[in-house]
Every structure is written in structure tokens, then in C-alpha cells.
């Protein structure tokens, strides 16, 4: 009976990753777990997990019979991703450091070290599956799709996905707990991880004040009246409600926009104010999973966040990036966001946004001049 190949998978600490590698090694793989370590700047117990992670990591690996190995990334991840975290808020954007994580160093640094350690392929336990096609490899999405990342996998290429194996493709995460406890690992019950470790567990103004400047200015509505004051626009993202500090009557306030050169907030009040809506978005640094752009067919879907689900669009392609527009508008397109684009169960890639197309643009119009006597 010929041997199965060697497989690496990350092991966090996390349940999911623990029963992503006990599968591989009950389907016979040769499974060594590698613990990433991405973080050194103020690593301590209060507001990181690292250190309980690793030992969470260790001991999932003896329970299971694997080697483990742990890596320290934290260069590759100051350089690839935490720089450009900070230039895209510092530019009154709001960036997903997860997605260029995923794509510089879990699938890029990992890979190639774990290519160095004699695997033939990697395995994460990520909520997404991979299928080979004749055309090449296909991102799909997870079957238990409140769990679903492939959001945060799509810029993924067919070099990195021809790698990788996703073992809980198929797994809703009420029965992976099950089998954690039924199997014995030790952290079966362990809270899912709900952020970046460099941020943890502090507010998250905080963690920013470390690093970018304030620039306090005035939040005003889009007729120029002047409600609050704001710390700096890199504090705020489109669509906050928490942390504005604006009292009174009336529905509660949201962020609807940004004035970069005049370094206004402009807020609205209530959730469906047309300003915090929009029909279309254009996006820039595009990228296809399958290496080129998808054709503009029917059946094309797209989301602008996370943890939200996808709406019917259409695609338009230019030279600078691509358009998307949706017959259903959508509430708090972001910019410095991802829009990500799907053909039914299929991930087909997507780019940064760069500005919304509201159906009321959130922009300041003061009030006309008095007549003159």
C-alpha cells in the first residue's frame, strides 16, 4: 500500500484547525501541525493569546499523535500586511487585514515553508472547499454557510490552491464540536477567535492612537450642520453607529461619509437613510481566481462585507479595476473594503472598493448665501 504524502497544517489553537488535522490523519496522511506566530509588538497575555494558543496548538498535536513545529512570521507580517493596514486608515479607509493575511502569509510564507519541510500540501481549517476542474481549481463555498470564509479567501491563485487542502468543506460547525469533544481534544469548547491577534480583546481606538496621528475635526450632517466632533476620519469606517458621542432625540446616528480634504465626518440619523445606501461601487486591484476576469453572464452575485449575503449584480470591467452595480441597493458599501463575486457555489475572486455610488451621495452642501439687502 503506497503511503499518502506529507500534509502541514496550521494549527491556531482553535478547534477548527484541531479537527481539520485529526481528519487528515485518520485518512492516513503523513500530518505535521505548524503554529504561525505573526505578532510581537506588546504580546502579552492581556490583550493577545498567542502564548495560550501554542499550548492549546501542543497539546491538540499530542492528543492527535503529530509533530508540531512553531514558525514566527511576525517580519513577514509587518512588512506584507500591517503596513498597508496603516496606510489604508490613515487614507480614511477601512481595510480587511484577513484577506491579505490569508493570501501573504497562510498561503504564501506557510506554504513555502511548509514546501521546505517535504509537503506535498498544505491544510487550513478554514470553512471553504477547493474542486479541480479541467479548467484549473475552483474556490468554493462551505457547506455550513454562517460559518462560509471564502470572502476571505478569494484572492487566492491557482499556484496556492493547487496546495491546499480544506478539510471542513463539508462540516457544519455544531457537528465539528461534537466530534472535538467525542474525539477528546482538549479544546473542544474553546471560544472562537473574534479578531486580529494584534488588536485582541483592547478597543480598538486605542490599539490605532499607538500608531496613527488624531486629527479631530467636526461631524456634521449633509446640510453642513454641525453635531459632534470627531478624532480623526481614520477612526471611523461608513455605516458606524457605537462611539460617535452624538446626543438627542430622534433615530440614532450613523457614519455616512468622509470629507478627506476638509476632515469632516458626515453623519446621518437612521439605519436606512438613503446616504448610507448604495446602487454601484467601483473597486481597483482586481483578483481572479482563476487568473482571468470572469466574463459579464447572468447569475453573477457579489458581497461588500463579510457578514453579509450576497446580492444578484451585474459586472463591468475597465481598465483601472471594475464596476458593479445592484438592482437591490446596499447599505454601508465601505471603501478600502472587498467586493467579492460568486457564480452560484463558486468564488470567482473580487477587488478593493474605492468609492460607493449612493443613491443620496453622503457629501457636505452648505447652506446658499444670505441675499444680498
Not at 462611539?243 to 432625540?249: A, D, H, K, R, Y
Request: charged share 25%.
Amino acid at each position: 500500500m503506497t503511503a499518502k504524502p506529507r500534509i502541514v497544517v496550521g494549527l491556531s489553537g482553535g478547534v477548527d484547525s484541531a479537527v481539520a488535522a485529526w481528519l487528515l490523519k485518520e485518512q492516513g496522511y503523513d500530518v505535521i501541525g505548524l503554529f504561525m506566530k505573526n505578532w510581537e509588538d506588546d504580546d502579552d497575555d492581556k490583550h493577545c493569546t498567542t502564548r495560550q494558543d501554542l499550548i492549546d496548538a501542543v497539546s491538540v498535536a499530542d492528543v492527535i499523535g503529530i509533530d508540531i513545529e512553531a514558525v514566527n512570521f511576525s517580519v513577514e507580517y509587518k512588512d506584507r500586511v500591517f503596513a498597508q493596514f496603516l496606510a489604508e486608515y490613515q487614507a480614511g479607509r477601512t481595510p480587511n487585514p484577513d484577506i491579505l493575511c490569508n493570501s501573504e502569509i497562510k498561503f504564501r510564507a506557510f506554504l513555502d515553508h511548509a514546501i521546505a519541510l517535504g509537503a506535498e500540501r498544505i491544510a487550513t481549517g478554514h470553512y471553504a472547499g477547493v474542486r479541480e476542474t479541467d479548467a484549473g481549481f475552483e474556490l468554493l463555498r462551505a457547506a455550513d454557510d454562517s460559518k462560509d470564509q471564502s470572502y476571505f479567501l478569494h484572492r487566492l491563485s491557482q499556484q496556492q490552491l493547487a496546495r491546499t487542502l480544506f478539510p471542513l468543506a463539508a462540516m457544519r460547525k455544531r457537528d465539528l464540536r461534537e466530534l472535538a469533544r467525542r474525539i477528546g481534544l482538549p479544546n473542544h469548547d474553546k471560544k472562537d477567535s473574534t479578531g486580529i491577534c494584534f488588536i485582541g480583546e483592547r478597543p480598538f481606538r486605542e490599539f490605532l492612537r499607538r500608531y496613527l496621528p488624531t486629527t479631530p475635526g467636526d461631524m456634521v450632517t449633509p446640510d453642513g450642520r454641525q453635531v459632534a466632533r470627531h478624532l480623526g476620519l481614520a477612526y471611523y469606517t461608513i455605516g458606524q453607529r457605537q462611539g460617535l458621542g452624538i446626543g438627542g432625540p430622534g433615530a440614532p446616528w450613523y457614519v455616512a461619509g468622509k470629507d478627506m480634504g476638509a476632515n469632516l465626518l458626515i453623519v446621518v440619523q437612521g439605519h436606512d437613510h438613503p446616504a448610507l445606501l448604495a446602487e454601484a461601487l467601483v473597486a481597483t486591484d482586481p483578483s481572479w481566481i482563476a487568473g482571468v476576469a470572469p466574463g459579464a453572464a447572468a447569475n453573477l452575485t457579489a458581497r461588500t462585507r463579510y457578514r453579509q449575503r450576497d446580492d444578484a449584480c451585474s459586472l463591468m470591467l475597465d481598465p483601472a479595476g471594475l464596476q458593479v452595480r445592484f438592482p437591490r441597493p446596499q447599505w454601508a458599501v465601505t471603501p478600502g473594503q472587498s467586493v467579492v463575486m460568486y457564480r452560484g457555489e463558486v468564488c470567482l475572486g473580487g477587488a478593493i472598493i474605492d468609492w460607493a455610488v449612493a443613491t443620496v451621495p453622503a457629501r457636505v452642501h452648505a447652506a446658499p448665501a444670505a441675499a444680498p439687502a
